[in-house]
């Protein structure tokens, strides 16, 4: 927790969180300015040492500088009854909009798609934001649907990305991130997530990723239909997360999405409204997604300039990455930033469009000196000045190497199944 001292406060408000009754409730509609959703996926350890019970109190405490228009739903689904509350400048108090009698699985997009909508139908506005809270991995495929793939289960889709949320389902074991039997979680598909955001016509000023391992530009290109900014971070975030009370005044509600970025790495940098208590550092950005066409077409062009044709697998040893690639994380990717990895990679020649081209599209970005990348409690890696805050993946031998070790199997080949692997063009280059 961020500071003891609120432990008493926290207690009322959960008091008040959770004493309400069931079903739906008779709330005021909302005039028009911005509604923003945080979707808090908690069915698992973060739901089970209470972070959204942390975050509850940090909005509660955030609401004076709200306008008047503006409205916040924040849906919880923790192992209890699902419940979706409202807060607003006029009350300090959260009001209960609705519970549910039966679980659901908030890392199936149906769930998602469903109190979206509701929220959007009871409280329209001029525009929406969208915070999505959990457990997430980027753009690797579900460690429960590639295993379905490996045993042949005739009722397994077909495999696809998935990126965020993990829902342990009934009876499964939060504190571990397990369901029933030590199996894997449910997780959701960004296919999907984008789909629940489409299918319910309502467009999106921004999502914010209030989870780890988000901002990549697989997992931003997917969703360049969904919304007009992509604001994340491409490391491990500490559970901690964004400290609400400040996103709230210079942030969610902001006319200009990006200014999310500045304050939450001020939050976290101790530069806010408290000092942090967060030692795990920050790097974020925001991404304008009408660029990403344009920044995927200059990528196509330079390929042949790089030095991964042939299926080459150049040294990127003194590239900046975010996460360490290592048998305690289950051998994921380094997420590799994309202009440092680029600089290291192309001709001198090719590398000024598409470095244009990347900082066309990363509108904002903020990182502190350091920051925690694992496993170890001293794991520290400093962050370069020239970095952007944006992760890609860049195919190596070492993935394939690895492949029996990684959970989901070879990154090399799986990497084919997004959306920016086709965009980009990269299969010129033999990966």
């Known amino acids: 927790m961020r500071h003891a001292s609120r432990l008493l406060s926290l207690l009322v408000l959960t008091l008040a969180l959770l004493s309400a009754c069931d079903h739906d409730h008779d709330v005021p509609v909302s005039e028009h300015g911005r509604t923003v959703l945080i979707y808090m996926a908690g069915h698992n350890s973060l739901g089970y040492s209470g972070y959204h019970h ?14 008047r228009g503006d409205r916040l739903l924040m849906f919880i689904d923790d192992g209890t009854r699902p419940r979706l509350y409202l807060f607003t400048r006029e009350s300090r108090t959260p009001q209960l909009v609705r ?27 001029d525009d929406y934001g969208l915070v999505l809270w959990s457990h997430a991995s980027g753009w690797l495929p579900s460690a429960k649907r590639i295993q379905s793939e490996q045993q042949g289960s005739p009722a397994s889709p077909a495999g696809h990305p998935l990126s965020f949320g ?5 009876d499964g074991n939060m504190k571990s991130d397990l369901a029933v039997a030590g199996q894997y979680p449910d997780e959701m598909e960004v296919d999907d997530l984008a789909e629940a955001i489409h299918s319910s016509g309502i467009h999106l000023s921004y999502i914010l990723f209030d989870c780890c391992l988000m901002q990549n530009v697989e997992v931003c290109y997917a969703l360049r239909h969904a919304a007009d900014y992509i604001i994340g971070s491409p490391m491990a975030i500490s559970a901690n997360g964004g400290f609400y009370t400040d996103l709230l005044a210079q942030g969610l509600f902001s006319s200009y999405p ?14 806010g409204s408290v000092a942090s208590k967060d030692d795990f550092g920050i790097v ?18 330079a390929w042949q300039a790089s030095t991964f044709m042939q299926r080459q697998s150049p040294d990127l040893g003194q590239v900046q990455w975010y996460q360490a690639y290592n048998s305690k994380y289950y051998y994921r990717p380094h997420n590799y930033d994309m202009a440092d990895a680029f600089r290291a990679t192309l001709s001198p020649e ?22 925690y990348v694992g496993p170890g409690l001293f794991s520290f890696k400093k962050v370069k000045s020239e970095a952007v805050g944006l992760s890609m993946f860049f195919p190596q031998d070492i993935y394939t190497r690895n492949a029996q070790a ?26």
């Open 166 to 170: 993990i829902d342990v389902g009934e």
């Open 258 to 271: 990006p200014d999310i970025v500045e304050t939450y790495y001020r939050a976290i940098a101790g530069k």
């Open 406 to 431: 990684c959970r989901i199997g070879d990154l090399n080949a799986l990497i084919h199944r997004t959306a920016w692997y086709d965009a980009c063009g990269m299969s010129v280059t033999g990966w």
């Open 284 to 301: 974020i950005s925001a991404v304008r997604t009408d660029r990403l066409e344009a920044l995927a077409a200059a990528v196509r062009q």
């Open 54 to 67: 942390q975050d509850s109190l940090e909005i509660a405490n955030g609401t004076a500088a709200m306008e």
């Open 99 to 125: 519970t549910r009698d039966k679980a659901v699985n908030a890392a199936d997009a149906a769930t998602l798609s469903d109190v979206r909508t509701g929220g959007a139908h009871t409280y329209p506005a």
């Open 350 to 371: 090719a590398l000024p469009a598409v470095l244009r081209a990347i900082d066309d599209a990363v509108v904002a970005h903020a990182a502190t000196d350091q920051i």
